[in-house]
């Protein structure tokens, strides 16, 4: 099942009240001491926050900013070429420092008088209720550590350049951000598990990867291609399917590789109407209606 931060490296608290993130050994990362402290700070620094309270300050360093400068250019140049305008519009707005990486509290507050979001840091992993609840009041949870200085074109988890330049431009939008809001809602109204998988999947096939005809082309507006230095160069090659909610709600994909089935929408116009109308209304018995209706088609 997916969950966004579910691919986060596990973070353990220990008894001495060190805090500790768990690298894989084919993590970038894994064998430098110096980025693993700098993980450990930084994760330790969302351990007490009080939602409503400034978010504590991650120290970054200066090699730190310069991947954030490095990454930040290189996708401005791709995103004129492959996201959509609404999305393009809203970085206009929203307009990110691009030589540094900026503060998940000054996000917040660039964010706010646009469209009411603020961001809240995560140390890893956030239960899945939690994530997509929290949408629905205007909050989005966000990591604040950066990938490994080796790799700066490729992270193997959502790290602040996902959740800011992927993210936070669309935040930017009124339209986008209400359908962050109404992922929200229905994440909250929901009460079982697999009615929950089924809104999030959704979410994976839109708001992450999701892909619509713009200025008479496939343009991308999930946070997951557009925060992806290779990924967006890629995905016009792929599966490129019709908006569909069942298929969206049930398709199977594999989080550690380039998306190969994506879903269209014909506009924004379309995708607020399908995908927004349903998280809009859906409850635990309309999803198992579309479920048991595709099954028995």
């Keep these: 099942m997916f969950e966004e931060a579910q691919y986060f490296a596990p973070v353990a608290t220990r008894d001495d009240g060190t805090v500790e993130v768990e690298l894989a050994a084919s993590h970038p990362g894994f064998a ?41 250019r290189e996708l401005a140049i791709k995103h004129r070429k492959y996201a959509t305008t609404e999305y393009l519009d809203a970085a206009e707005r929203l307009r990110l420092p691009g030589e540094r990486i900026p503060q998940l509290q000054e996000v917040s507050e660039l964010l706010e008088p646009l469209t009411g979001f603020r961001y809240l840091p995560a140390a890893g992993l956030v239960p899945l209720r939690d994530f997509y609840g929290v949408l629905a009041d205007g909050f989005f949870h966000s990591t604040q550590y950066i990938r490994h200085h080796s790799t700066p074109l490729y992270t193997p988890e959502p790290d602040v350049i996902h959740e800011v330049i992927g993210h936070a431009n669309a935040l930017a939008s009124d339209r986008y951000s209400r359908l962050y809001r109404l992922a929200g809602g229905a994440a909250r109204r929901v009460e079982s598990e697999r009615a929950l998988e089924f809104i999030s999947k ?74 927004g109308e349903f998280w809009a209304t859906c409850d635990d018995e309309s999803i198992a209606r579309l479920i048991a209706d595709e099954r028995q088609g």
């Design 32 to 72: 430098d001491p110096v980025y693993r402290l700098r993980r450990n700070a930084i994760a330790a620094l969302a351990g007490g926050h009080v939602p409503g309270t400034p978010i504590p300050v991650a120290e970054y360093t200066g090699q730190e900013h310069e991947v954030w400068a490095l990454v930040s």
């Design 202 to 275: 959704i979410f994976w096939f839109t708001l992450e990867f999701g892909v619509m005809t713009d200025q008479d082309e496939l343009r991308a507006y999930g946070a997951g291609i557009l925060s992806s230095y290779g990924e967006i160069e890629e995905f016009r090659n792929m599966d490129i399917r019709p908006l569909d909610l069942v298929a969206m709600g049930t398709t199977r994909y594999d989080i550690t590789k380039y998306q190969d089935v994506l879903f269209r929408a014909e506009s924004l116009e379309h995708l607020e109407d399908v995908v």
